[in-house]
């Protein structure tokens, strides 16, 4: 992240999802669902959250290193790019790269894509920075949780709807796994692809964001829990839809301590969502908190809750799997 009446709305969702067959008591869904795994988030992130990876520094060999990373895992799964790119790289010009600390080097966007299989023209994102802050004297800024439990959430999450598509349950619109660059520099990724977007931002549904959601801040340690921003600054609908798939799913805690208009922190600003939410895309933030080892040293894999990095990750696929699935696309009904 940059610096600076619950059961009448679950048995809705639920009938939403049941009328297209796909609903979260469907062997589809579950065995989808089931297949975000706490061991196989651990393994992809001691590898973005490596040495090797030199803190992912926007533009750096280390950063390309983790897109090469990830590009070979979305090949393996048999998810391909978008038609338009003709590659997984969206490459974002030096002149779009420029933030407070001077330009920055080529960098990339990196794009995976689901095609849907009814309304294939409408878009759900799922984004998630894969950038992070390099190294300082040596030391490595390994980022692990910002945002490398964000990244691989992301890449299991793809995982989960591939297997749906593979046993004939793909959903019913296109899901795009969005990987942006350039976020602790300014958003400067997101914004680069909502002004440049590979697909109409008219037909782009709805955003889910990550951005930290692999550790607890300290008002929140030994709960499950999860902070969601903006779910509902755009689109009640939204909102409803995520506690439905929460209740029906994890049942965290949902904190909506930012939601607040008032809070000296304006987390709704600071992430990748924003630049969809500024054109009017209903989004929704999760994230874990501030905690001690935000933007140190000491961001490593090894301090991880993979438990809690697994069941939060459940709850951004169950969300889009509604989103995805329902017969209506939800309504842009706030300002």
Not at 154 to 160: K, N, P, Q, S
Not at 207 to 219: Q, W
Not at 261 to 283: Q, T
Request: include cysteine; charge should be negative; glycine fraction near 8%.
């Amino acid at each position: 992240m940059t610096r600076i009446f619950v059961p009448i709305v679950a048995s809705l969702v639920l009938y939403s999802c049941a009328s297209n067959n796909l609903s979260y008591e469907g062997k589809a869904f579950k065995t989808a669902y089931e297949s975000i795994k706490a061991d196989e988030l651990k393994k992809n992130l001691m590898v973005i959250a490596s040495d090797e990876m030199e803190g992912r520094q926007t533009g750096s060999e280390g950063q390309k290193k983790a897109g090469v990373y990830m590009i070979d895992y979305y090949k393996n799964l048999g998810v391909s790019y978008p038609k338009a790119l003709g590659n997984y790289y969206q490459k974002v010009p030096k002149e779009a790269l420029k933030s407070r600390r001077g330009e920055l080097p080529d960098s990339e966007n990196i794009l995976a894509f689901i095609e849907g299989t009814e309304k294939p023209e409408e878009i759900i994102v799922i984004s998630a920075h894969y950038d992070h802050v390099g190294t300082n004297n040596g030391v490595v800024y390994n980022g692990a949780d910002d945002d490398g439990s964000g990244t691989v959430a992301v890449m299991e999450i793809a995982d989960a709807f591939q297997q749906a598509k593979k046993s004939g349950k793909g959903p019913k619109r296109s899901i795009l796994f969005l990987h942006v660059t350039g976020e602790e520099h300014g958003l400067l990724g997101s914004k680069y692809y909502s002004e440049n977007p590979v697909f109409d931002l008219k037909n782009t549904v709805a955003n889910l964001n990550i951005d930290m959601i692999g550790r607890s801040d300290k008002e929140n340690e030994g709960k499950n829990y999860v902070y969601v921003i903006g779910s509902d600054m755009l689109s009640t609908e939204l909102k409803k839809i995520n506690v439905a798939a929460n209740k029906a799913t994890q049942n965290l805690e949902l904190n909506y301590k930012y939601d607040d208009p008032n809070d000296p922190m304006r987390l709704y600003y600071r992430s990748d969502h924003y630049n969809f939410a500024k054109h009017g895309i209903p989004v929704a933030f999760f994230f874990d908190g501030i905690h001690e080892d935000y933007h140190q040293p000491t961001d490593d894999p090894e301090k991880i809750d993979y438990t809690l990095l697994q069941k939060r990750a459940q709850l951004v696929f169950a969300t889009a799997w509604e989103l995805a699935n329902r017969k209506e696309r939800i309504v842009v009904d706030k300002k």
